[in-house]
Each structure stands twice: as structure tokens, then as C-alpha cells.
């Protein structure tokens, strides 16, 4: 195989980090039983860690990051899978201890790989990515929790203008839930809010908490993507036996909260883990993602290549990034 296009992460001898696009070999991927052929990735906020010193997520170096993909095979030792299928991948080790989708050829084993369903594209399937698959498996959640669009509940979005939080707010209104809350840090984020389907915006500037362990109950289900004290001050605020899906933690890893939201209102605190979701509700809500819950004829998205992912992931640390940005990567 000829050498291909890849954006690569190294770090340098002062141990800082380093990333630029680079022709690589098939040599440099890492080990599995099948090849695709990579047609679209898309920049998530794990991504953006990958490409800073200290970040947190990239385990060894070099390493190609790029936590999603989709294309078509080249090759598979898996009899299930044909050359020319259409696949995507999201999550596991991609990326962050295996080389990942930010490359023109990836390499992975086959129990990484989802079929693409029939009603979404590969370019679709990356407006997505695993923001929205986050985002479906939160929905998902609190569904199972009790969320019925016929109760037309209160619901808090956090971090709304974000990939996840952005996507969750769009099948929320395209399910037809009504009553959704957004939150925003700056003021121009209202309008992409309300934009995405937010009925009512929460300035989390304006409103600091007051530190009480409860406060009046406002909402009764939260898509939460941000973590720390925000959703200290959001449990706070939750009706009885209400939800919080919780997948982000850019406001901190840290809960500094009480037991008391938990014991004398029933709240639940459900945990989103999109990595290593199993293969059965992967492909139960990629095919929902495709069918009854499909948005990518509103979704906003920005699209890119390989060698704008610098100026990306920029806003995505400075908290300026919104909705969902996708690479192309073949023919870029």
C-alpha cells in the first residue's frame, strides 16, 4: 500500500506535543484484522485533549488520534465483513491507544466495527459521531428512566451549544419534547440554542449557585455534558425521582454535592459511557440515529480538513466551538 495521509501527534524531547498532517505507511497503524478505507472522522472534545501536552487521553506516541470514523472496507479477516461495505466506528480504544480515524486508512479488529446503517451516509454518520451517539445514548437513558414526550416534562440541556448537548436538543425536539431548558456561558450562545430547539435559556453566569444541597425543583430530566459544579447546582434542582444523564466533564471532574438530592427526592444519576457501549445497543441506536430519530437534514455542522483540525480544536478549548465539525478526509 502507498503511503497515505494522516495528522499525527508526537511529542518532542521536552516531552511537549507536537501535531501535523504526515505521510505514513500501513507499518505505523495499529494492530487488527480489518482495513477501511477512510471517507469522514469528526473533532470531539476528547479530541481536542489528544492534540495538548498533558492532555490526558493519548496514551502512547506517536499516534494517529481521532476517536470516530466512517468509510468502507478495504480488507477484513471477518468473514461478516465485505470489501466495499460501508462501516463506522465509534469510541473503544480509537485514537487514544490505537490509531484513529484522522487518517486517510485505519486499521482496527472487527469487533470495533458497526455497519452503516441503510438511511445514513458515512458523512452523516460523522455529523453524528460520537457526540451524537453520546447524545442518543443520554436520551436513551432517561427514556428507560421514565422520560414520555405525552408527560412534556421539564428538560435541561447543559452545554447546549456543544456536540453533544447540541445534538441532544435537536432529537429532543424532533421526538417532541417541548419544554427544553438550555444552558449557555455567553450571549451569543442563545441564539444557536434556541437555534437547535432550546424553549428557555439559563445564563449559567447570571446564575450562580447558592451552594444549598436543594433548591426549588425545576427541571424533572438533564442531558448533562458538562460535570462539576454545574451539576452540583443542577441535582439541586431536579424533581422527584427525576434524571440526570451525565456524559461531560469540561466543567470539572470534581462533585462537590450531598447525599440529600438522592435520599429525599429519588434522584437518579445515570452514567453515559459511550466508549465501550455494547455492540447491540450500538447498532439499536445507530439504526434510531438513522431512522425515527434522524437529524441530520437540521444538524449544524461545520466541515473541514485534515489540516484545519488545529484551528478546530483552538475553539473547542477556548469553549467557542458550536454544534458539530466533521473532517473529510479522502480527497482533502
Known sequence: MKPFKS??????????????????????????????????????YKDMLGLQTKGGVIRNYPMIPGID?????????????????PVLITGYKLGTEHTGGFSEVARVPSEWVVKLPENLSAKEAMMYGTAGFTAALSIAALEK????????????????????????????RKLGYENITATIRKDYQEESAKEFGATKIWNITENESNGRPLNRREYKYVVDTVGGDLTADVLSKVDEYGSVAISGNAGGVKLNTTVLPFILRGVNLLGINSVSTDMAEREQLWNKLANEWNIVAVLHHTEIALQDIPETAAKLKDGQHLGRTIIKINGT
Do not use: C, W
Not at 501527534?9 to 477501511?36: K, Y
Not at 456543544?162 to 436538543?169: H, I, L, N, R
Open 69 to 85: 470514523l466512517a468509510g468502507t472496507i478495504i480488507s477484513s479477516e471477518d468473514p461478516s465483513l465485505s470489501p466495499g461495505d
Open 7 to 44: 495528522y499525527v501527534v508526537r511529542t518532542n524531547e521536552e516531552n511537549q506535543v507536537t501535531h501535523q498532517v504526515e505521510g505514513v505507511t500501513e507499518s505505523f497503524l495499529g494492530e487488527g484484522n480489518t482495513t477501511i478505507a477512510v471517507e469522514y472522522s469528526s473533532i470531539n
Open 145 to 172: 428512566n421514565g422520560m414520555k414526550v405525552e408527560d412534556q416534562p421539564e428538560i435541561l440541556v447543559t452545554g447546549a451549544t456543544g456536540g453533544v448537548g447540541s445534538v441532544a436538543t435537536q432529537i429532543l
